[in-house]
């Protein structure tokens, strides 16, 4: 087990022995009476099957059918949100949503520099790159650089707003309706809205 | 403080690298780090502006070098020192010595039942705002050695406040729960130019949220 685990790296640590260090951190605290591994089998189980991008790519195909609704979200987002009833786990931070709307004209991408705040009661736990010192200190200064990276070479006269998440507020984008998706509904619609979208490093695209 | 952790505008950090149908977690380690930081309780002067600043702290080499989820480890084993709940000697063996700091476990079921319908919390209502919609503001110049929400890089800058987004607790106050400072809370517009120079996009902006103590008129 232990030879295994020590041909993996990862940004020069040997994660074998971060592995055995949570293992004993684990059992010290069973041992002490002050955690329940069956309780944290069901938040890694909720987090890992539940929660995800499928829950905010709801949200926005409903903005994208029902003009009502989107002026709700981009008004009211904790409202909005409320009406799926996305199950979650209650009680880790006292987070709020904003909406921030992607038009031919704007186009919206969330960072957090200081760590990694991220939606994530409507698009679960972030990717690593999004968490990465890359991305965090580069994307405020060089947004064009960055999206360019993604995929995405914005014109010049389209406006990049950068959203620097560091308060209780949860930052959602919401892509523009990609052409040739008309009449789909809101099922169909929400099947193609990607996580990358919803944070701004991607557009949405009809298959 | 200014950590490393305040990293917005750094050059130098490499390509940012993507990685197709990323599982949710890498390693089961890191799914035990996450539940344990969420399930313990330590007790009065603990949130989450003391878990940030605790991995602030981490000297500016190893918060580098360390994974995502291993400053988490690196964070929550100091959490869990500081705070009596177990001794440098039970986390460097592993077997529990009698005595330590009394916590509340949260059970499998208390999880289960906070498992429902996401709802927004409700800010505090009744304080004040300092400033409106449109107001031309100033961020302050302040290097705290504590814990802020203030980065560098917005310190000394000119914007305009977009939105009011409601009332918070103040981070560089509430991090060890001394005093909460409820106050308002903006989204505050800066040209991108205004940060970074004439090299910068004149079209683009930066929009970020600023309590009403970070900020000055303009």
Redesign the interface.
Known sequence: MKTDAHEHH????D?SD??L?????????I??????P???????E???TMI?PHYGAKVVARSWVDPQFRELLLTDA??A??Q???????????????AVENTPKVHNVV?C????CYPT??L??P???Y????????V??D??G?LK??GLDLP??????????????RYLVVPERPAGTEGWNEERLASIVTRDSMVGVAKVTAP | MNGVHDMGGMHGMGPIEREQDEPVFHEEWEGRVYALTRVLRLGPKWNVDMSRYTMEQLPPARYLASSYYERWLLGLEARLVASGVVSAEELADGRARPGGAKMPLMAVDEVRASLGPWRAPHPEVGVPPKFNAGDRVVACKINPVGHTRLPRYIRGRQGVIEHDLGVQRFPDTWVACQDPKPQHVYSVRFAAQELWGPDASPRDALYIDLWDDYLDPA
């Not at chain 1, 069956?38 to 890694?44: S, T």
């Not at chain 1, 520099?113 to 990694?116: D, G, I, M, P, Q």
């Not at chain 1, 968490?131 to 580069?138: E, F, G, I, T």
Request: net charge negative.
């Open positions: 990862h940004q020069g640590t994660l971060v592995a260090r949570v293992r004993t951190l684990e059992s010290l605290l041992d002490k009476g002050l955690v329940d069956k309780a944290l089998d069901l938040i890694i909720t987090y890992e995800g904790n409202a949100v409320e799926f009833n996305f199950t979650t786990i209650a009680g880790a931070l006292p987070t709020r949503i904003v960072v520099t200081l760590c990694s009661q409507i679960g736990l990717p690593t790159w968490k990465s010192a890359a991305y965090r200190s580069r405020v200064i947004p064009r960055v990276g993604f010049d006269d389209v406006e990049i707003g950068v959203w620097d998440s560091n308060s209780d507020m």
